[in-house]
């Protein structure tokens, strides 16, 4: 032992010695100077442009609308001052005191148009709008107005009931020209009828668009009328309201949804509680011979439209092959297909049925939904029912996606919950129940 201790007491030595004489080493230093993290800046800048029965407000005056006729009496009056253009000058502006609409006068007939271009500066992001703070007031009773109104004061106006307004993406879909002012029968509709408070989605992760992308330009279409039908319950009356537009970093956060704070959202598990159906362009019906099946609905709806689907049971399986959407009335417990449902095409969304699984062309086996390529997709708030050897979402081997949501599912009684076999893009898979399987 004493040897062995000693032994090792004169390694150290010598190793002790070594150290001690060596007077330089071999060396080489590499220095990274002035590391910094600077964090990522988001900004959008708004503008707008104002059209007004037959003029548009240009520069801050009225004039004719391109290949227009004045009309007697012209109103607006041509080169009278105007307020509702403005930001024109690229990109837009940060809204200070600036106005879409104020107008003192108008009347049973009139009709006019703003289109918003929304522009993002240095990165992607979702966008939402609101409307919210309006007010509806009488103003007092004219004598006219006294015969047919007999509520006058704050809160008790007419004119916000007698309005229509239609909300659309300018976007050029269907032929026209993103940003031309005019609706064309592509163009998605966002919301119609009277104006009320509340948020819309404009690019969110429901909305099957996905971010705005930074340095480009989303057009939106604000129309509004008040139809030459309207009587003398709306003299003097006024309504007013804030039109806000927000923008929220998508990386990191595809998620995202406009209204709903990220604390609200269970961070597992589907909820169909809260299911609304949007403003249906075609609606497949029972009662309705000539649109009484599903596929009847999307062959006759066009690009960009909304086929809503009323409660009942119908049979697959579905081919949605155009950009459309697709959704129940009223939810997944009261509309229900038995049999898969192909998506074939860029653009299309799918929301709030029951679905059966079945069998689709180019598939063997059964499927809910059977995803063959294409980006902007969202399968969202349906009941997916398997059968046996069954896929309750299945995207295809060597298949391109991008910006493809699946979420707020029930999955369940399947073989596969979700199936992404090797696939080139993004997916986003979030708050599925995926349970019961085979």
């Not at 990386?251 to 949007?278: D, I, K, L, M, W």
């Not at 119908?314 to 229900?336: A, C, E, F, M, R």
């Not at 059968?387 to 996606?401: M, Q």
């Amino acid at each position: 032992m004493k040897k062995i201790l000693y032994s090792a007491s004169a390694i150290v030595a010598v190793a002790a010695m070594v150290l001690y004489s060596t007077g330089a080493f071999f060396s080489d230093t590499e220095t990274s100077t002035g590391n910094v993290f600077t964090a990522g800046a988001i900004d959008l800048k708004v503008d707008s442009q104002q059209h007004y029965n037959n003029a548009v407000c240009v520069g801050g005056y009225w004039q004719l609308e391109p290949n227009a006729t004045a009309t007697v009496p012209q109103y607006p009056v041509i080169g009278e001052p105007c307020g509702g253009t403005w930001g024109q000058q690229t990109p837009g502006v940060d809204i200070t005191n600036e106005k879409f609409f104020n107008f003192g006068d108008i009347k049973p007939g009139d009709s006019g148009e703003n289109t918003i271009s929304l522009h993002v500066i240095n990165n992607d992001a979702w966008v939402c709008a609101s409307v919210s703070g309006l007010t509806n007031d009488d103003n007092g009773l004219t004598e006219p107005e006294d015969v047919v109104d007999d509520t006058p004061g704050v809160g008790e106006g007419e004119l916000q009931q007698a309005m229509d307004w239609v909300v659309w993406r300018d976007d050029g879909a269907g032929g026209g020209v993103a940003g031309d002012n005019i609706h064309q029968s592509g163009e998605q509709v966002l919301a119609s009828g009277h104006p009320v408070n509340g948020v819309l989605a404009l690019y969110d992760s429901q909305t099957s668009t996905g971010p705005l992308t930074a340095t480009s330009t989303a057009y939106l279409g604000v129309s509004w009328s008040l139809p030459l039908t309207t009587g003398n319950e709306v003299q003097t009356d006024s309504m007013a309201g804030d039109i806000s537009f927000t923008v929220v970093q998508s990386r990191n956060n595809a998620s995202y949804v406009c209204g709903q704070s990220q604390t609200q959202r269970e961070t597992v598990g589907a909820n169909f509680s809260s299911y609304s159906a949007p403003t249906c362009s075609i609606t497949v019906t029972g009662s309705n011979p000539s649109l009484d099946t599903i596929q009847e609905g999307v062959a006759a709806a066009a690009t960009g439209e909304t086929v809503c689907v009323d409660n009942g049971t119908y049979t697959g399986p579905i081919d949605v092959n155009k950009d459309i959407t697709l959704v129940s009335l009223n939810g997944p417990s009261v509309t229900t297909i038995n049999g898969g449902v192909k998506i074939t095409s860029s653009g299309v969304t799918v929301k709030g049925f029951t679905i059966n699984a079945g069998v689709v062309s180019g598939e063997p086996n059964p499927v809910g939904f059977y995803v063959a390529s294409g980006s902007n997709i969202s399968i969202d708030s349906n009941d997916i029912n398997g059968a046996t050897l069954s896929t309750g979402v299945l995207f295809v081997t060597g298949a391109t996606y991008s910006n493809v949501v699946v979420t707020n599912n029930k999955i369940h009684n399947n073989n596969a919950g979700i199936y992404t076999n090797p696939h080139t893009g993004n997916l986003a898979i979030n708050y599925n129940d995926i349970y019961d399987f085979e």
